[in-house]
């Protein structure tokens, strides 16, 4: 009996250890960003317009100290950034926290002409051109949304499109936490 | 011999030229190389342990997607500015955490990462060498305990 004790309680482990592993897996597959909790890195851009002239003029991140604003990373390539385009505009309609559109390794016209036909829901939209903005804020797939807070902070990062549910659970409870709690 | 076996003789011959000289003048015109030697050595070593981030499983050396061309420039970027390798890898950590290096730092977080193969070795170790000296002591037994036949 004894020679197989050990055998035994190895086993365990390892089907213990393989459980934990599988249950903690959804939130796994999205890698946390290892910037939450720091300053938002600064940036000058040009930016885009969306009437009128494709480049209009420049955005400067630092104009958005002392207010909660989302920097939403996009481009017209990314099929997800077209789902969660109505999202985007219920949250420029609901008029709380303005959106920064990054357009991320974008064709500028093409971007024009989205915002265009489908509705800009920026209140501003640097343009990334060589990507050069989003390495420094370690995106690795649009669309992700940062949650920037008054201070410059980096407070919360999501991959993946926005959402109504997103929003309100994952963003505005952080800007307002005493409202969002029931 | 008609003028079609001629060309088609021809077109063999340049197909054979083409793909013999094909490879080296490829790399030769790469405009990712770096132009000294010591610097393409290292840019070569560091882009083959950091992760890209949109496929996970490939390196930025291997893979072909835009964002991997683009961290594969910053690291020539980086290199030229005179950066040591250990700076390229914070500076890339820093962005992407620490998932982006394969090779994960040791942190209190990563040690067992590091010190378990050597622990399981040493285990396996011990268990080998009291198998066998079990397995010596029962064919030392076996001797003894046989009976010569009467």
Known sequence: ?182 | MNWLTNARAASRGLLLASLLFASPWVSAVDPEELADPVLQTRYRELSHELRCMQCQNQSIADSPVGLAGDLRREVRNLLLAGKTDDEIRDWMRERYGPFVLFRPEFAPRTAWLWLLPGLMLLGGGVVAWRVLRQRRSMLVSDTDEVEPRP
């Open chain 1, 1 to 182: 009996v004894n020679r197989f004790v050990l055998p035994l309680a190895a086993f365990g482990l390892l089907i213990v250890v393989l459980a934990v592993g599988v249950r903690r897996a959804p939130e796994k597959a999205t890698i946390p960003s290892a910037l939450i909790g720091k300053v938002a890195p600064a940036f000058v851009l040009p930016a885009l317009a969306v009437e009128g002239n494709v480049i209009a003029s420049s955005f400067d991140s630092n104009t958005m100290r002392g207010q909660w604003y989302a920097l939403n990373v996009w481009g017209t390539w990314c099929a997800e950034c077209r789902v969660e385009h109505d999202a985007l505009l219920a949250i420029k309609a609901e008029g709380k926290v303005p959106l920064v559109g990054l357009n991320w390794k974008d064709d500028t016209a093409a971007a024009q002409q989205w915002l265009q036909q489908l509705g800009n829901p920026y209140a501003a939209i640097p343009i990334d051109a060589n990507g050069r903005v989003a390495i420094d804020y370690g995106v690795y797939g649009a669309p992700e949304t940062f949650l920037i807070d008054p201070q410059g902070m980096i407070r919360y990062r999501h991959v993946g499109a926005l959402s109504a549910t997103v929003w309100q659970d994952k963003f505005m409870s952080r800007v307002n936490p005493v409202a969002a709690a029931p």
